[in-house]
Structures are given as C-alpha cells and as structure tokens.
C-alpha cells in the first residue's frame, strides 16, 4: 500500500469509479473487500488514518456475543458465531482461540451458565471453537491462578476468538489493495456531488498532506463513517434525522502478572447490567467494559472518572491482587455507532447491535451499526445493496473463502511478529540488513524499528501516532513505554518517508501530548 501510487491513480482517473466508499474502519474496508474481489473498481477515501476512530478500539474479541444470547437475540448471535469461523479459517495468523471462564460464587450460577453456554455451543454448530464445560474450584484456579478465592466454588469455561482489531484491519486494506481497490488516508470527504437531478454521482475530496482538492466520481457512494455517519449524510441533505446514539466504551490496560496463564475471565452480570471481560492481551491484561452515552463523538474521546472507577472497583472483586489507578498502564476509550431504536430512550447497552442499511432520496448509500465479527457479512449486504443502486454488473460474493492478506497457518516460529502472518519474513530480512532496525525500541514492548519501517513502507503509516497507536499497539499496551519511543520511532519514519528535522519535532511534540491522554499517572 504505497499512497503516493494511490494518490496518481485518482488523478489520472478519467472515469467514474464503480463505487467511492467513505470511511476506513472494520466496515468501509471490508465493503472495499468485498468490492474489489468482486471486480469492481474500488476507491476508499479515510479522514484521518485507517482505523481511528472505534476500529482499533475494541475488546479485542472475535465473538458470538454470550450477552445478545441472554437479550434473546439468537440471530446475530449465529450470524456472528458464523462469521467468527470464517475468520479462523481466512485469516488464521490473527484469529486465535481463547479460552474464557465465567466464575461461580453462588450454587445456582454453574447450572445456570452451564446450560447456556451450551446453547451458544449449539449455535455455533460447525463453527465452534472448543465445547463448554463445568470446572471444580481446583480446575477453575488451575486455570486463573490469580481468582479471587473468597466464596469461589468453580467455573464454567467456554471458547471464543481474539484478534488484534488494528492489525487486521490494515490486513484487510492490503487485501482490497492485492485486489485493485485503491485505499487513501488523511483524505477527508469534504461534500459530495450530484447530478442535475439531484441525484449523488461522487465526492470532494481534500488531501491533507498536499493541499489538492480532488473532484471524484461514482456510480454509487457509500457512507461507511461509523460514529459519524450523520455528518456524511447531512452533506446529502442538510435536514436529515440523525440515526446514531453514540454510547462509549473504556478499556484499562495492566501487567500480565493481574491474570497469569492464558485464559480470560468473562463476568456476565456487572452492577450496571454489562458483561465485563480480563483478557491477556500482547503480553499484558486487558479489562472492560462500560457502556456511557455521550452527546457528540470525537477521535479522542476521553475516560469518565465513574468509568475509570467502575473497572478498578469490578476487577477488584475478581482479581486477587486488585488493581489501583497506579497500575494502570493505558487507557483508551472507543465509541460505538449505535443506531437508534424507534421507541422511547433506551440503556445504549440494549440498543441493537445489527447493522442498518439506508438509502436516502439523493441515492448517498449508508451501512452503520454491527459489530466488527460480523463485518464480513456486512460488506456483502451492503456491496449486494450497491450492485442494485448503481446499476452495476451482478458478480457474486467471494468473501468466504477469500484468504486474508498475511495468511498464515502456523506462526509459532515467528515470535512476536506473528501478527504480520507471512509479512514477517521480509521485517526479519529488514532487521537482518540494518542492525539498528533490529533493536528493540523499548525494553517493556517488543517492538523493533524494522516494524517501523515496514509500516512505512508497506501498510501506509504516515505518522509517529500510526505508527505506534495502530500499526504496533505500544500507545494502547503502555503509554509511557510509547512516549519513551516516541523520538527513535520519528526518526525511522522521517528517513523512511523523506521529512525534515522540523517534521521530527513536531511529531515528538503531538505524540506526546495523545499520550499523555492514554496515561491515569
């Protein structure tokens, strides 16, 4: 993904593209997937870089959902239960298995967990990752060594997956790439053009590294903007009725000593109705969430004191070793573009996590909502969608069976590259010609600087922030860690991408200040 080479190919287009998607996070690329490996000519514009807004701020899941099970919503649950065996099966450098226990301190909850998560075994059918059972106190530790024991009487163990929700996504844009798509970041969508009658035929567009302004056109235009999906749409009409409830979503970030082993705990019933998740994650434990509406959605939106608290206070029950703001090694807050229910006000936590697709009166094409297991499904309904909207040639969905960008069965032997799946070959042969590139960043994270060139090179990281908030996790693993690295990792991408000393300093100086947003100490 070189975007100088995306960029000429826009300019040098002289007609229309098949479909302009707008956005690119888990939806807007996986609708670029499925577009392009469908044969159609594929443009993908992102406002700011791939991925950041909610796309790299998940729980790190790749789940059926145990919680819209209890909520009766059996059919996203299979939808999704569906799409996560797929995932394994297309992109099983990124997917894993991940074992989950839900602990028991009361008599009445491994009968009552038992039975249901057998149920979400069944659903899952063909596609399930391992089958549930009951586990005796002995078990139940053996396997969270670091429970709190007080009351505990066992568990109940089930399976799920989990993903680096950034990685693949920047996958999954390689893989839109490896099939023609072209993808662009740092491009916002600043209106969009119509027809004499009104009708929606492509984009303004505006570069921000070079200034130009691009003209774009397109048989159909797709609104793939998450959180801010309404901002697109009031391009089209200015009096559009707003469809999202944005609600927020906290996560907190310790030590991997807080849940040792490598299995997670899954609390189905918190104090405020959510279900609570301890994940190991790169290394460390990762603990959310919450559920807060919020009035306006931003890209960095910032932790609630309460929610801050509410994780300290829930873990604290669970853990036996609490956890206190000290230990905290990053925070970081994501926002879930959940659509509005037509009833009165509603917990955001109850809102559907379906996704809708809407066609307004000026054709703007817009699919928001889901969650991002399910993103897969999503882009065929929507490409299927657009196929009828514009007109275009019926080719059928490929997407199943597609492997992923990276694909790679066995990663053991490729230690902590094994997110890149067969990309770490050529890391390893960049670390092997330049020895500095092959030292470690920083002694807490496993990062080296061949990473930093990759990402330059290869997966369209442009700054200091992209590069470690989402093309390496440092930001999100250990904020003071990532600023510790802020300067060596600058220098790489100045080299790499040809920018000044100046350049350096004001990276250095805008990265500090994001993490310092990241960072409770």
């Known amino acids: 993904m070189n975007r100088e080479h995306m ?30 490996t469908r044969g159609f000519d594929v443009l993908l514009l992102e406002a700011k870089d791939f991925g950041k ?14 919680r819209y099970l209890e909520q009766g919503n059996v059919s996203l649950v299979m939808e999704a239960l569906k799409e996560r065996g797929l995932l394994r099966q297309n992109a099983p450098h990124l997917v894993r298995d991940l074992a989950f226990v839900v602990p028991n301190y009361s008599w009445w909850e491994a009968p009552f967990y038992g039975i249901g998560l057998k149920l979400y075994d069944m659903l899952a059918g063909k596609y399930g990752f391992g089958k549930s059972r009951v586990l005796s106190y002995e078990e139940t530790l053996e396997r969270l060594p670091t429970l709190q024991t007080e009351g505990l009487r066992g568990g109940v163990v089930y399976y799920d997956g989990q993903f680096d929700d950034a990685r693949l996504l920047i996958h999954l844009a390689a893989t839109a790439a490896d099939h023609g798509a072209a993808l662009v970041n740092y491009m916002p969508v600043t209106d969009l053009l119509k027809d004499e009658e009104g009708y929606i035929d492509g984009v303004i567009a505006h570069d921000d590294e070079s200034g130009t302004e691009h003209r774009i056109q397109a048989q159909v235009v797709i609104n793939a903007t998450g959180m801010f999906t309404d901002h697109i749409r009031q391009m089209a009409d200015p009096e559009t009725v707003p469809m999202i409830e944005p609600s927020q979503g906290i996560h907190l970030v310790f030590e991997r000593s807080f849940l040792e082993g490598d299995t997670a705990i899954m609390v189905p019933h918190t104090s405020d109705g959510r279900v609570m998740f301890a994940i190991p994650w790169h290394g460390h ?68 996590r379906d996704h809708t697709i809407h066609v307004d009166n000026s054709g703007l094409l817009t699919i928001t909502g889901g969650k991002w297991t399910t993103y897969r499904h999503m882009a065929e309904d929507c490409v299927d969608h657009a196929i009828t909207l514009g007109r275009l040639r019926e080719e059928p969905c ?85 600023t510790e690295m802020v300067l060596p990792t600058a220098r790489i991408l100045a080299e790499e991408l040809h920018r000044s000393e100046d350049w350096i300093t004001q990276q250095v100086s805008e990265f500090k200040t994001l993490a310092s947003q990241y960072s409770l100490r």
């Open 53 to 66: 807004g909610t796309s790299s701020r998940s729980t790190k899941l790749v789940h059926g959902g145990v």
């Open 7 to 36: 960029i000429a190919r826009i300019a040098h287009r002289t007609t229309p593209w098949d479909i302009v998607v707008i956005g690119g996070g888990a939806t807007g690329v996986g609708v670029a997937v499925d577009a392009a």
């Open 285 to 352: 434990t990762l603990v959310g969430t919450t559920d807060t509406p919020i009035e306006e959605p931003s890209y960095e939106p910032r932790p609630f004191e309460q929610e801050i608290q509410f994780i300290l206070d829930t873990a604290a029950l669970y853990l036996s070793r609490p956890p206190k703001r000290s230990d905290v090694l990053s925070v970081y807050v994501g926002i879930r573009p959940l659509v509005r229910s037509g009833g009165p006000a509603a917990k955001t936590s109850s809102l559907s």
């Open 398 to 482: 490929v997407t199943k069976t597609l492997k992923i960008h990276g694909y790679r069965k066995d990663t053991e032997d490729l230690g902590s590259l094994w997110i890149y799946g067969s990309d770490a070959d050529a890391i390893r042969d960049i670390a092997a010609r330049d020895s500095k590139l092959g030292a470690p960043l920083h002694p807490d994270l496993p990062y080296i600087g061949a990473e930093i060139a990759w990402a330059a090179r290869q997966d369209m990281a442009r700054t200091v922030e992209d590069a470690l908030a989402r093309r390496t996790r440092a930001l999100f693993l250990d904020a003071q860690a990532a």
